[in-house]
Every structure is written in C-alpha cells, then in structure tokens.
C-alpha cells in the first residue's frame, strides 16, 4: 500500500523479465494446480494446458488430456479424391469425412471444390469420372478461397496441415468478423460444420502456443482452494492474456477459469483490471463485417476487436481412447442421454438454434468419468448485442474437443479490456447427470427466484390437449341449426367433456381467422392483435366460456404467436406498413422476408421493441379481459436470422439471434402479465431454453430422447415440459417426469428429426428402435396414477444412476422425496413380462419399510417384497408388471397408499367409490380422507377408511369427470368418472 507506482511498475517490469530470462534458458517445468480430486498442469514455458486428471476416475487417475507431453504431431493431411455425387455426377471431395467414399450428404460429412456458377455458388460438377480424376491435380486453382469465401460447402479442409495448437486453452482472433455459421446458420437440427463455427482459420489466431508465459502466481481463493494466475505474452499482436485458475478445498470437482485480454502497452501503463465480456460489450460499438480490416489505436497495436474461443481444449479423451466417449445433443432439452451419440461427432452450435445449454457434456458410459463445460455467460440470457456458439468436434486419433465462441468481437484498446466469460470444467465420475446437476445449479444462480410465478393449481394439470375452434362459414351453420359449436360459452360441451385432458390449448380464437379475413384462417393465421373473435361471442362470452371450464376443474391456454403475422391483418397500414414489423434477412443489399414464401405471413423481428410491446400489450388484455389461465407464445424458443431492417436501428444485426432476445420478450410479457393480475398464469412457449425459466414456466417438448432422462430433467426439474401430442406415448412421457399429451396410449408414434430403425440417423437425434411397435400400443391409465406420485417425481431429485434389471427391455427411474422414494418401471416396447421381475436399487434410497406396486395400465395396487442388498435394495415387480410405478415407504410413518374401487360408468346416474389402505396400518390412528368431483355430487363429505363414497351426476352434461380423493398422512388418488 505504501509502494509508489513507479516503483510498482518496476517491479512488474522486472517479474516479466526475469520470466522472460528463464523461459530462454529452457527452464521451464509443468505449473500444477491440485486438489484431492482434480490435478491440472499448464506448460511452464507457454502456458497451455497439458494435462487434466481425474483423480477419482473410476479405474484410478484418469487423465482426459492424455499426460503431461504435448501430442505428436498432427494426423497427415488427407489428400482430395473424386466422388460419385447424385445423378451419376462426380466431384472433388476436399472436406469432411474421409471415410464416406461415395455421394453426397452436405457439410458436415462432405465438403466440395466449389465453383462460382450462374445461380449462385455450388460444388464444381464433372460429368465423368474421368474429367473429374483429370482435373484432381488444379484442385487448389479450381476451389474458391478458403479464406474469401467462408462458407462450409466449399472451403478446403484438405491439403494443408493443421496448425499446432495442441490442447490450447483459448484461442483469440484479432479484427475478425463474426463466424460464418452467423450469417448462414443452416438447418436448426443440425450440427454445423465445427470450422464454420470460428471466427478464422486456425492458422490465423493465436494460441496459448505461439505465446510465452511470462508469469505465474499461487494462492488461496477465498474457500481456501488452490488458484493460479498465468500471464501470456503474444509478441506478433502485442495482446497480453491472463489465464485465471482454481479449484475448491479438498475434493470438490469444479474447475473455475477465467480470461482477461489487453494490450500489453495498455496493461503496462494503466494496470487496467480485467472486466466481464457484459460491460465490454455494450451498443454503442458497431460490427465489423470485413475479415482482416485493422484500426491503429493509440498504443500503437492495430489490434481493435478481439474474438476469443475460450475455452478451446482439443485431444480429450475420457475412456480409454476417447472413441467410446458419449455426449449429450444439446437441442431443446438435451437429447441421446442414453449415449447413442458420439461424444466427439459434431454437436452444438448457435444458442438459441442449434443448441440450447451454455453446457457441454462428455462421459464415458463404462466407468462413468465425465467432463461437464459450463458457460458461464449470464449475458447469453439477457444480453442481445453478443451471441454465442457452443461445440463439441473432433479432433483426430479419435479424440475431441469443444469450444466456445461469443460475436460480435470485442473492442479493445488503451483504456478497453476484453474478457471472456467465465467458465467451469466439471471433472466428474457418476455419468452425465453429475454434470447435469452441477449445470443447474448454475442456472439458479443467475435466475431470479426461479418458481416464482409458477401456480399451484399446476400441480392438478396432467394431461394436455388442443383444439381449434372452427372457421367462421362452420361458426355460422352451427348457430343456424343449433347444433355444434358457435360460441365461446359452449367450450366446456364441445371441446372437453368428451375427453379426459386436464387442459386445452385453444387456437383459431382470434378476429383475424374470421369475417373479412377469414382466408386467414389455419396455419400461419395469426394477427398480431387478438381480439377475441365477434362471432363467437367476443370477450365476454369467452369469458363466460372460461368461468365453466374452472367450475368442470379444468384449464385452459390460448394460442398466441410471437413470431409472425399475416399480411392481410389491421395491425399493418400506411404508417407502419408490414415491412417495418419484418426482420431483414439478406446482408447484400438487406431486403424484408416475403410473405408469398411464408404462407401470406410476415416473419416479424423478436428484437423490434415495438412488436415486444405490441405482444406483451394483446397477452395482458387478454388475460385482463377473459380470465384464462395462460398463453403459449408460439414461434419462441428457436431463432437464427439476424436482422438487417434499417427502422429496428439495432445496435447489430445478430440482436434478433440466438436465445437473449426470446427472454427479453418473454420478460416483457411476463411483466405485463402481473400487472394486470396474472401472477397466477402460466407463459409458455414454443421451444425450450431453461434460461427462459426466470419467466416462463411450460414449454412443448416434441423430440425422443432416447431411454435415458431428457438432461433438463436433471438440470432443472422444477420447469415443467408438456409432452407434444401424438409424439410422446405415456411411458415416455412418465419415466421423464412430463406432463403427458395424449389420452393414454403407452408408446410413441412420431420421431420428429429422427428415422426408422436401420436407416441413418440425424446426428443427436435418435430413432425408433427396432423392436418398437408402430401404432402407440396399449391405452394406459398413467394420467390418473400420476397424481398420487406428484411429491417425488415434481419434487423429488432423480438418482444419478438408475435401478437395473436383468430384463434389458425394462427402462427404470428412481425419484426420491423427503417421506418415500418413486420407483418407475416400464419395458420400453409396451410389453409385460411373463414372470416376476427383480430390480436392483442404489443406495440413494435411504430405507424401506414398505413397497406398494401401482400399475400403470389397470391401476391396480400391490404390496411388493423388499430385500436389502449390500449395495441397495432389490425390488420384486409381480408377473404382468409391465408399466408403473412402486412407492417405496422410507418409515413406518410415509404417506399411505390407497386404492378404490368403482364403476367408471354412470349407472341410473349414480356409482358408488370404495376406497381403501393398500399400505400397512400404523398403530390405532383411523385415516380420513375427502373426495371432490366438480360439476357432479358427492356424498358424504369425509369418509373413514375402509369405506365409500356415492357420486350423483344430477345436471351434468353427459362426458368425463375427474374425481380426487385425499386426506392428511395420505397420497392422493385421482379418477375419472363418465356420465352417459
């Protein structure tokens, strides 16, 4: 405190000398950073990382860069080749993937020499195989550049060789303009090609080895865990790195790393701190859309923006050789946990897009050793003037790496530092779900009370359905005949009282699909104003509509878009025409999307602050206005289009990219939901982004996961997923804990993104197995089992490993609350066995005194034998336990299971309901328990177990009715009951 700064800055000065003199001299040994679970060494002369250990891998240390050595040199390069493409066509094959000898599927499997042609650019064709093995030797002069032409169908893989970057660290691109994957980010699906992901060309960015470690310092965080401090010099760009490390006290498993940027000459002379990429990165500064363009700044480095990849590690291995690795698609809710996808193919992309989790997860499937990324990026959430790219890619002999990337660069200069986000490597054993967990805790640390508008009376909603209400030509003929449906106050008659779905999502609703714009009506119908429509009734009848539907113990959600607009809708005139609602697309020259493309809709831009008010504006007074119980915001979730539109004045185009700009309007909406009182409602969306969730609290989940959990379920349990129907059958929908979407069928009968069995699957998507029945199976009872599991499988935490069986067609879920544990079993091809079925549990279940089997398809309820193991217990499900659930009692004192007894049928207007204890009596103590049926009569108000209730339909309309019955020290029991 008392050292002046010249005296300070010779100090520093020295220090930096000193390490320079020692680097020259070769003296230069591994720096370790350890605790008793992870050992990490960087290279003592350049900094790079060299070696990261497991010290607790499940076959001893486990080392998932391979050993402090730098690895030999690089793969040769593979030489282009001609390849047969469709139509008996052929072409110069120069990236990819060198083992497909033959066709063509398009980046990332196969790259071409590519031609500029008159409708645009397009792989060079020959017509014989002869033309094109001729013309193999020019195959440098006759591709586009590499460098001026960016774009992943052309640009050379091939041929050269890759530049040595070894396990790196970080790798940072001056002046560079955004990724390619940016501007065309391709199929949303899909994984782009990992190069199109960077900024640059390796050859162009420096690394960790082209730098020289200058200094280095230990210490102790706060925690009292190990930290580094490495200091990295790149003399061609005068940039200064200072790499930031550290790990908890004793065996905790997180490796924290940050990085900070400056000039050296701005360090030097301003000792400036490092700052986060948040406060950096702000609106005034533009794009820079030209590669290699430089500024001089007044330091006299021509460095003005910086793009960094941190982290950027390459050669990862977590088995033996990497080549059995498993890794999570992370698209939507995180997909192929059940390790159907190669750690190392190609994964990730733009958030928001291509992927959804500032998360990367690695594992390998025999020991359960794993690598958890986590990005911490807060920005990513709420920051609409960066973007980011997440990948998982190969890295040859079978290895990988992963990376991640924010856009635009960051400025820097004199009085301007840049940083990267911070990032944490999860070091594990367990399998994935270790890293799951360790990512979601992470998410509620930068999520404002994440259930804080999330209503009770959700609890109640297991089932989901939609409907449309009819055309406005329908509408008319029905009042005319006085049959069907012509007005909002018949919801309840029309829409649910024949079915058993706890909620309706409505659609067709709106003013826009009717009258003088009734052409709009269908798909693509939506008018960016939503008045409920006249014909029906309007506000008021809806309103009334919706008042019956909460008498009958039902919900309901309208269908709203955030995303387009029809042509023909009021919301556009003279002064604010459709074309400055619209996100511009094409860069050269910019230009609105076109409707004739898009079904007569206009595509809208999410980041116009005008259209996030004009939605938050028709949600609010439609919830004000009717009373009901949410909105889905459709079109929100995924968007890659940057937008050009010159009246949006964005600060860059990539604002309307990525995730940030749908969890700003989802804040927007959010925000105008609970003035008007809907602190009570629900706001879901399209697609799902956990980082939605400090807003939302439902999204639709369409995609199989495979028969692992989908990896939000671990990550963040409390968000509640709706199954999409007809995608998801009731096994899948229960062993993942979602609220189900169909009326009860056991299997899944759609695959959206994937293929049948046999055929060639989309990377990260899996298809349907081989032995899996067509046609949804068996109808099951699991929305009414549901209710009496709602503790453990909402509440409760999943085990990191589930229960096995020696039946290999069974799938198993272990959900523990604080009372009692949830066993799910279900075989997955909606098959029962022929003989009992003995499960093996965790440890993770803390006692057992008693086991009740609940099947899923008759709802019959059995007491089950219990063994304790010395790994566990075991569980014996009976002859036929096909699909279901066993509620496993940790004491004596654990809630008790009932069953009843009834007609679901109505006779002469009456049936009688017995119910009973199926769990052990505790002691003298009676239970009493109440039934409640809305809209019909029960009778009496309590009962004492054993014992019954009588249900009177009296004025009931005749359909389905739910009926739930519950009581202190009891779970709850729900059925439905059908008055004829």
């Known amino acids: 405190s008392n050292m002046n700064t010249a005296t300070l800055l010779a100090v520093c000065a020295a220090t930096v000398q000193n390490a320079k003199a ?3 001299a070769g003296i230069s040994p591994p720096i370790t950073l350890a605790n008793s679970a992870v050992r990490v060494e960087f290279s003592g002369s350049t900094g790079e990382i060299v070696s990261l250990v497991n010290l607790f891998g499940s076959g001893g240390p486990n080392d998932y860069l391979g050993g402090s050595s730098p690895p030999g040199p690089p793969t040769p390069p593979v030489a282009p080749f001609c390849v047969e493409g469709p139509s008996g066509h052929y072409y110069i094959k120069t990236g990819g993937d060198p083992t497909v000898k033959t066709g063509w599927a398009g980046p990332p499997s196969d790259r071409c020499c590519r031609a500029n042609t008159p409708s645009g650019e397009d792989c060079r064709w020959f017509d ?42 970080f790798l940072a691109w001056p002046n560079a303009p955004p990724p390619p994957v940016a501007s065309i980010p391709g199929f949303a699906g899909g994984a782009p090609d990992p190069a199109s992901g960077l900024p640059g060309a390796l050859n162009d960015a420096v690394s960790p080895a082209q730098c020289v470690l200058t200094a280095h310092e230990n210490s102790t965080r706060a925690d009292g865990g190990p930290q580094l401090v490495l200091t990295l010099e790149h003399a061609g760009s005068g940039l200064r790195f200072v790499v930031t490390a550290g790990l908890p006290p004793g065996n905790g498993t997180k490796l924290s790393l940050s990085l900070g940027v400056q000039t050296v000459a701005a360090a030097e002379t301003h000792l400036t701190s490092m700052v986060n990429h948040s406060a950096v990165v702000t609106k005034q500064h533009g794009l820079n859309l030209e590669r290699g363009k430089t500024q001089q700044t007044g330091n006299g480095s021509t460095v003005s923006t910086l793009a960094v990849a941190f982290p950027y590690l390459t050669g990862i291995a977590i088995g033996m050789d990497g080549g059995t690795d498993c890794g999570i698609n992370h698209f939507e809710t995180g997909l192929a946990t059940d390790c159907s996808l190669p750690a190392w193919s190609p994964s990730g992309g733009i958030l928001g897009w291509h992927t959804h989790a500032l998360w990367l997860q690695a594992w390998d499937k025999a020991t359960g050793d794993g690598l958890g990324v986590v990005v911490k990026d807060a920005g990513a959430a709420n920051d609409t003037s960066h973007q980011r790219i997440l990948m998982r890619f190969p890295s040859g002999q079978g290895k990988g790496g992963v990376y991640s990337v924010a856009y635009p660069a960051s400025p820097v200069g004199p009085n301007l530092a840049a940083a990267a986000a911070d990032v944490s490597l999860h070091v594990h054993t367990g399998g994935w779900r270790v890293g799951a967990r360790a990512y979601g805790g992470w998410l509620r640390s930068i999520t404002p009370s994440p259930a804080r508008s999330t209503p009770s009376w959700l609890d109640a909603v297991q089932s989901k359905g939609s409907v449309w209400i009819p055309d406005a030509a329908t509408v008319a003929a029905n009042r005319k005949s006085g049959r069907g449906f012509s007005n909002f106050t018949q919801l309840f008659e029309t829409f649910y009282a024949g079915n058993t779905f706890d909620m309706l999502e409505v659609a067709m609703w709106w003013d826009g699909v009717s009258g003088a714009l009734a052409p709009n009506y269908g798909a693509f119908g939506a008018d960016g104003e939503f008045v409920p429509r006249a014909d029906c009734g309007g506000a008021a009848a809806l309103r009334e509509g919706v008042a019956k539907v909460h008498a009958m113990g039902r919900r309901i959600q309208l269908y709203v878009s955030g995303d387009i607009v029809h042509l023909n809708s009021t919301l556009f005139n003279a002064s604010w025409p459709w074309t400055r609602w ?11 999307s076109v409707p004739a493309k898009n079904n007569g809709a206009v595509s809208v831009c999410h980041a116009f602050e005008a259209w996030q008010e004009q939605v938050a504006a028709f949600v609010s007074r439609v919830i004000a206005e009717t009373g009901v119980d949410g909105v889905r915001l459709d079109g929100v979730g995924n968007q890659a289009s940057p937008c050009f539109n010159p009246d949006h004045h964005h600060a860059n185009p990539y604002e309307n990219q990525g995730t940030a700009v749908n969890v700003k309007m989802a804040g927007r909406v959010r925000e105008a939901m609970d003035v008007v009182g809907g602190v009570d409602t629900i706001l879901g969306t399209e697609g799902y982004s956990a980082l939605f969730h400090a807003y939302t609290q439902t999204s639709l989940v369409m995609f199989y996961p495979g028969r692992d959990l989908d990896a939000m379920r671990v990550a963040l349990p409390e968000y509640r997923a709706f199954a999409y129907g007809p995608d998801a059958g009731a096994i899948e929908t229960a062993l993942n804990g979602w609220i189900g979407g169909n009326t009860g069928q056991a299997l899944r009968t759609t695959w959206p993104y994937a293929k049948d069995c046999g055929l060639p699957q989309l990377s990260g998507f899996p298809g349907r197995p081989c032995n899996y029945p067509s046609g949804g199976g068996r109808l099951t009872r699991w929305n009414e089992l549901r209710p009496t599991l709602l503790d453990a499988l ?7 490993q589930d229960p096995t069986s020696v039946d290999a067609e069974f799938a198993l879920r272990l959900y523990t609350a604080s009372s009692h544990s949830v066993l799910m079993a279900a075989r997955w091809n909606g098959s029962s066995p022929s003989a009992p079925t003995v499960v093996a549990l965790s440890n993770e279940v803390p006692s057992v005194s008693w086991a009740v089997a609940l099947d899923g ?16 217990f075991e569980v014996t499900l009976p002859t036929g336990f096909g699909f279901g659930a066993v509620v496993l009692a940790h004491s004596d004192n654990s809630p008790a299971v009932l069953n009843v007894t009834l007609s679901m049928i109505l006779a002469e207007n009456t049936t009688t309901l017995q119910v009973t204890q199926v769990s052990p009596s505790v002691g003298s103590g009676k239970i009493e328990v109440q039934a409640t049926a809305p809209g019909v009569t029960v009778t009496p108000e309590s009962i004492t177990l054993p014992g019954s209730f009588t249900i009177t339909s009296g004025q009931a309309v005749p359909g389905y009715y739910p009926v739930t019955i519950s009581g202190p020290g009891t779970m709850p029991i729900r059925r439905w009951i059908q008055v004829t």
């Open 22 to 24: 020692v680097h020259s």
């Open 794 to 800: 909402l509440r409760g935490n999943v085990s990191l």
């Open 857 to 872: 398809y008759s709802l019959d309820a059995t007491r089950v034998a219990v063994q304790t193991t010395q790994k566990g």
């Open 582 to 592: 619209a996100k511009w697309g094409t860069p050269f020259p910019p230009s609105p």
């Open 128 to 169: 014989t195989e002869a033309g094109c093995t001729a013309a193999l030797p020019r195959w440098q002069q006759l591709c586009l550049s590499c460098n001026d032409h960016p774009t992943p169908i052309g640009c050379p893989q091939w041929g050269q060789s890759a530049p040595s970057i070894r396990h790196a660290l």
